[in-house]
Structure formats: structure tokens, C-alpha cells
């Protein structure tokens, strides 16, 4: 899978360009604030239907203007989509595939993906615990599309006990039909978020012993709320009474406080808590890592290798881990990556395939000779 061309008519500060795209390692360099971030932003949100970096999907039209629009060719195993979203001010995103009106790009059930590294994806480590569940679930949907139906039906299961809860409602048998749908989806979660970590964990170890070496050492413990109820015998039916029980102080507080939205796990960097005792520079190399067991897992589920977007993973790594971090990367998939200075992110690449250079000045991007 690749993008064998942007081409960006209006897209925050970016307007009126075609740029041709390498195979292999794209890079675009320039000083900060110039617009190398939002051409990431503009390839992620056209493949993926969503950016990291906006809660509302209309802050990517320009201030000046009432509109962004932009294309892509995106090539998947020989097959060639022109792909335009137009995103207008008090309007619906549209997106249009071949000339023809869709709500999401297709092939998402069957790896089709952009995997993304920006700086608000700290977060997954230290940030809040939703965090790391939505990463977790992310993980999962993206070799078992199905799993989408689960979280849509454990959420709608939550909101309508929580509606009752709140309106203080006594009739137990009100309670029960929702309680065991929470049951039943909360341990289906639980023992699929468990599978998830155990997988990047083991991914993570293979990385530590054939990429980064043994000082540097990432680690994931799931922690379950549920968990000493995935180890009984009868787990669904002891959550149900558990639902039961819980009820006066759930109606008391006004919200289910039992299940797997209260999921969290923990990560470690050389053995030391990562939200509590890691440099900027090691949560960056960790989270860099948790995107490239999402490539493996991905790779090894659907055979399809994703466009990998990078924004500025060489900041705050010394020379000896920006040389493990591209040891690690993918040789076989097309990365964009971001950079501020030209020369030496051009020494760093050296020995990759297929390397574009690309300036990025005032909103203008051109293709180096």
C-alpha cells in the first residue's frame, strides 16, 4: 500500500501544490510552524476518517477561507483509487472515491490503514487511562473489524444503566436486561484487550533483543478491572450478581463504576513507571516502538504493508537511539517523516531505499533535485 501523489488545494496553512511520492522514505524538513505536520495530518485523516490532532474535524479548514480540500492516489496491491475529501464549514466531511460518494475509505476491514506517530500521542502513555484503552481497541479493530460491534453495544449497554441510575430507578428487572449485555461484552473485552497486550508485549521483547538491545527494555501490563472475574468459574453469571449488588452505590454516585471502561495499563522503560521517571526522549522512543508492533501486528494479520506517518520522531533522541529507531522501522512500507534540519536527517537515512527530500516553507512544499 502507498500514496503515489497529494495534491492539496486548501488544507489548514497548506494550499495549491501536487507532490509525487516516493516508494520508500519521504521527508520533509523545515523550520517549525511551516506546515510539515499538517501534510501528515492531511494523508492521515483522508486514509484513517479521523485526525489526532483536532477534537472537531473543521479546525483543518484554513482561518482564511470557508473550505479544505485535497486528493490522493492511494495504490493498494495494484489498484489505483483517487481519493478527494472536501470538508466545509457547517457541513458533513465528503469524501469521494473514483467520483463516487463514500463515508469511509474502503478496505479498512482488511488492513487498509495509515499508522501515525504525532506528538499528541504521548498521551497513550501519559495521559489519562482512556487513553490506553482506545489504543488498546485500536489494536484489535484493526485485525477483527467485528470488534466494532462490540464496543458500539457495550456503550450503548453503559449509557442506559447510567440513564437509569441517574433517574434513580428501583425496579431490579429494568436493571437486568442491560447488566447482562455488560457482562457478557465486559468479558469478551476484557480477554481481548489481554490478548492485544500480551501481543505487543511480545513484539516489544523481539524489538529489545534484535533492534534497540538490551538497555533499552519496553514493557506493557494490562490491568483489568474485571480481572478477578475473568479467573472465576462462571464469570458472566458472578458479574451479573456483581451488577446486582453494585447498584445503591452506582445510583449514588450516578454512574456504573464496574467494567471495562475502567480498564488501564501500565508501561515501563528500562524497568522504571514511564509516566512517572521517563525523559521525553524515552516516552518518545517507547511510543515510537507501540506504532511499530501495531505495523507487525497488522503486517502479519492482513499480509498489507500501511503508509507509516512520523512527525518529528527525531527530537529529543540521541544520536545512538535515533540509529535504533530506523533500524526498526519497516524497510518494506512508505514513511513519510518530518524533520527540522535537512542535512543531518538526510545522515540519519543513509542505507534506507528510495529517499525523497522535500522543503517545507510557508504553507509551499517542493521536491528537492
Known amino acids: 500500500m502507498r500514496i ?14 501536487r507532490l509525487e511520492l516516493s516508494p520508500g ?10 506546515g510539515k505536520t499538517n501534510l501528515l495530518e492531511s494523508a492521515a485523516l483522508i486514509v484513517n476518517g479521523r485526525t489526532p490532532r483536532a477534537s472537531r474535524i473543521h479546525e483543518v479548514v484554513p482561518h482564511d477561507g470557508d473550505f479544505a480540500k485535497w486528493e490522493i492516489e492511494l495504490n493498494v496491491e495494484d489498484v489505483h483509487n483517487r481519493v478527494e475529501c472536501v470538508i466545509e464549514r457547517g457541513n458533513q466531511k465528503r469524501l469521494i472515491v473514483d467520483g463516487q460518494a463514500r463515508k469511509k475509505l474502503p478496505g479498512h476491514d482488511k488492513g487498509v490503514w495509515a499508522l501515525t506517530f504525532f506528538p ?10 482512556f487513553n490506553r484503552r482506545r489504543f488498546l481497541d485500536e489494536i484489535i479493530l484493526l485485525t477483527e473489524p467485528a470488534y466494532m460491534r462490540v464496543l458500539k453495544s ?5 449509557a442506559a444503566r447510567n440513564a437509569m441510575l441517574k433517574s434513580r430507578v428501583t425496579d431490579g428487572m429494568s436493571f437486568e436486561p442491560y447488566e447482562e449485555i455488560l457482562s457478557n461484552l465486559g468479558i469478551e473485552m476484557t480477554s481481548r484487550r489481554a490478548k492485544a497486550t500480551e ?11 534484535d533492534e534497540f538491545g538490551d538497555e533499552i527494555s519496553i514493557a506493557l501490563e494490562y490491568k483489568p478491572s474485571l480481572e478477578s472475574f475473568v479467573r472465576a468459574e462462571n464469570p458472566v453469571e458472578q458479574l451479573k450478581e ?8 452506582d445510583m ?5 463504576m464496574l467494567g471495562p471502561h475502567r480498564d488501564d495499563f501500565t508501561s515501563t522503560f528500562s524497568d522504571e513507571d514511564i509516566r512517572k521517571f521517563s525523559s521525553r526522549g524515552e516516552t518518545r522512543l517507547s511510543v515510537v516502538a507501540l506504532i511499530i508492533a501495531k505495523y507487525h501486528i497488522l ?6 504493508n500501511p503508509v507509516i506517518l512520523l512527525d518529528d520522531i527525531f527530537s529529543e533522541l540521541d544520536q545512538t537511539r535515533r540509529r535504533k529507531v530506523l533500524k526498526a522501522l519497516p524497510k518494506d512500507c512508505q514513511l513519510m517523516i518530518t524533520a527540522v534540519d535537512r542535512d543531518l536527517s538526510k545522515k540519519w537515512l543513509e542505507g534506507m531505499n528510495d529517499i525523497a527530500m522535500f522543503s517545507v516553507l510557508d504553507g509551499k512544499i517542493n521536491r528537492d533535485e
Do not use: C, M
Open 4 to 17: 503515489n501523489h497529494i495534491n492539496i488545494t486548501r488544507f489548514r496553512n497548506l494550499h495549491d501544490f
Open 25 to 34: 522514505v519521504n521527508l520533509f524538513y523545515g523550520e517549525n510552524g511551516h
Open 120 to 129: 499528541e500521542d504521548f498521551k497513550i502513555l501519559t495521559g489519562e487511562p
Open 154 to 158: 457495550y456503550k450503548e449497554a453503559y
Open 199 to 209: 501481543e505487543l508485549q511480545n513484539i516489544l521483547e523481539r524489538l529489545s533483543q
Open 242 to 249: 456483581a451488577y446486582g449488588k453494585s447498584r445503591p452505590r
Open 252 to 256: 449514588a454516585i450516578k454512574r456504573t
Open 299 to 304: 503486517r502479519q494479520r492482513w499480509n498489507l
